[in-house]
């Protein structure tokens, strides 16, 4: 995971989602059922020409 904040954010906002990551990771070696079992679907729309069509393209050919 690449994360790249900008010059906007104050040092306090970047330690309290550093600090999220690591009860993130905590919590997942610790009960890695929580992670599992967790759903979440994301809905993404697209365009006929968009990149993700063209990924689904290549993928389809395989």
Same mark, same amino acid.
Do not use: Q
């Given at each position: ?20 990551? /690591? ?5 997942? $070696?610790?009960?890695?059922?929580? $992670? ?18 063209? /990924?689904?393209?290549? /993928?389809?050919?395989?």
């Amino acid at each position: 995971m690449l994360i790249e904040p900008t010059e906007a954010y104050r040092l306090e906002t970047l330690d309290a989602f550093a600090d999220a990551l /690591v009860e993130i990771a905590r919590e997942e $070696i610790e009960t890695p059922e929580l $992670i599992f079992e967790s759903k979440v679907i994301t809905r993404i729309r697209h365009s006929a020409g968009s990149s993700l069509s063209r /990924v689904r393209a290549r /993928v389809d050919l395989i």
